[in-house]
């Protein structure tokens, strides 16, 4: 059985000063989930981040609405 479930989300892509390696040697993740949700002005669970790509570091990731936190 397969299930599918519809989110309510902004997907964002966003150019980072730095390697990929370096995001993720760093703490760089959970840094730029904390100041996204505080610029944002949301908690830090509606953010993921989907994917991180070359480029200098670009990272893709999704704010989620606040009933699909739940």
Request: aromatic share 8%; no cysteine.
């Amino acid at each position: 059985m397969v299930r599918t479930l519809i989110v309510n989300s902004v997907k964002v892509a966003m150019r980072l000063e730095t390697t990929v390696e370096d995001f993720y040697a760093n703490n760089m993740a959970a840094s730029f989930v904390d100041k996204m949700a505080a610029f944002l002005g949301i908690s830090m669970d509606r953010i993921r981040i989907v994917n991180v790509r070359a480029g200098s570091a670009i990272v893709d990731f999704s704010v989620d609405s606040e009933s699909d936190s739940d």
